[in-house]
């Protein structure tokens, strides 16, 4: 393992200004990081395209062939980050102190990108020829939307995926999805003094934000033994057109987190609920709902291959037995695992995501990637030496 090329890379990667421009308007987005990762991908002998899945939001795609006769892996990071003009020191100086390296995306997840792009570069350094493909995905958005990963699921076809998401160097087995909601409730505009023709939308959304918080309560009775209970909350209201106008209009923006097992169709059946059941306590409601964004929940099975490779590896190759654990947030894992592939996520450790202070822990990204070399071996194949 080559420690010391492995922590340039990160720094050079944290160098680049990759947040993304749908969270921050104006923003670079990652044009420039796919072209640096396509050349040092390429400098390792892979194939390489970079694909534009929209203007200047580019993945770097990179592919090891295997001789034949052996599983496909794919290793997936994203390059995007979030805002970072916020942070309490430099976001682009990759400043290493005590062990740890500051900077945005070190955490998130630029560091477990290199724990990927450093195992695979000793697989090749050993000389040794895998049987089966690996494909490195560099991918684009996965702060916003996702469309890097779902373009690249267009065409993918491995038989499992590691997600270097930062994991504390546990095994992210599973996680919770989430659905954004816009509940409109609609009124009567009239002049302030027109009691009699007046009706308050922004009054009548009152009711569905009660109900919404007894639903919230209701889920805290059912819970998923990694990731815990599924969760409601109103995000944003708005409403009104002036001080002396009824408000005819009134928008409610919702986010449910649903735990595996739970469905686009489970949100649609409680929220018709909650509506009806206002309606038929309050004959002036008038309300409607639209679901406006979803992602799915996943649960891979711990039996799964790849999730045992990596155990055993981990116990090998670092002298620690990892935990299966799942997460409240919800990962690119799932596009994959949408698609009939077992993925998971494994990754360094670090702390900051989002936050003003960023870090990761240097040594646990080396470590995650000794883990994911003898992984991509196990996985893979290696042909014997004839």
């Known amino acids: 393992m080559d ?7 990160l720094g050079e990667l944290v160098k680049i200004n990759s947040v993304n421009p749908s969270l921050v308007p104006g923003a670079p987005g990652e044009a420039e990081i796919a072209e640096y990762l396509a050349g040092h991908m390429r400098s390792l002998g892979l194939e390489v395209r970079v694909e534009e899945v929209r203007p200047g939001r580019c993945n770097a795609v990179g592919a090891l062939r295997g001789s034949g006769g052996g599983r496909s892996l794919m290793l997936n990071g994203h390059t995007d980050t979030v805002g970072i003009d916020y942070m309490a020191i430099d976001p682009l100086d990759p400043v290493v102190k005590e062990g740890r390296m500051y900077g945005r995306g070190t955490h998130d997840m630029k560091g477990g990108l290199v724990s990927s792009l450093a195992a695979l570069k000793a697989v ?8 089966g493909d690996v494909v490195v995905a560099a991918v684009c958005d996965e702060e916003y939307a996702s469309i890097g990963t779902e373009r690249v699921m267009e065409g993918a076809r491995v038989d499992a995926a590691i997600v270097g998401e930062s994991t504390e160097l546990m095994i992210e087995r599973c996680h919770k999805g989430f659905a954004w909601i816009d509940v409109e409730s609609r009124g009567v505009a009239a002049h302030g003094s027109s009691w009699q023709k007046g009706v308050d939308a922004i009054s009548k959304m009152g009711r569905v934000l009660t109900g919404i918080e007894e639903l919230g309560a209701g889920f805290l009775a059912r819970r998923h033994p990694l990731v815990g209970p599924a969760s409601v909350h109103a995000s944003v209201i708005k409403g ?3 001080l002396s106008t009824y408000p005819d209009r009134c928008l409610l923006q919702v986010e449910r987190r649903l735990i595996p097992g739970e469905t686009r169709k489970d949100v649609e059946v409680e929220t018709e609920a909650l509506l009806r059941r206002v309606a038929d306590t309050d004959p002036k409601f008038s309300g409607s ?3 406006t964004f979803y992602r799915g929940p ?6 799964e291959e790849i999730c045992q490779t990596l155990l055993r590896c981990s116990e090998e190759a670092i002298g620690l037995r990892p935990v299966f654990t799942g997460g409240a947030g919800w990962l690119d894992t799932q596009i994959i695992w949408e698609k009939g592939i077992p993925a998971v996520a494994y990754g360094p450790v670090g702390e900051g995501d989002h ?7 240097a040594k646990s990204v080396i470590d995650a990637a000794k883990v994911q070399e003898l992984a991509i071996r196990r996985f893979c194949g290696v042909k014997e030496a004839s």
């Not at 420690?3 to 890379?9: I, K, S, W």
């Not at 090749?124 to 049987?131: A, H, K, M």
């Not at 996943?298 to 039996?303: G, I, S």
């Open 240 to 242: 009104g057109l002036e």
């Open 124 to 131: 090749i350094d050993s000389g040794s020829e895998l049987r």
């Open 3 to 9: 420690e010391g090329a492995a922590l340039r890379l």
């Open 289 to 291: 709902y639209e679901i």
């Open 298 to 303: 996943m649960d891979v099975p711990e039996r």
């Open 355 to 361: 936050a003003a202070v960023e870090w990761v822990d």
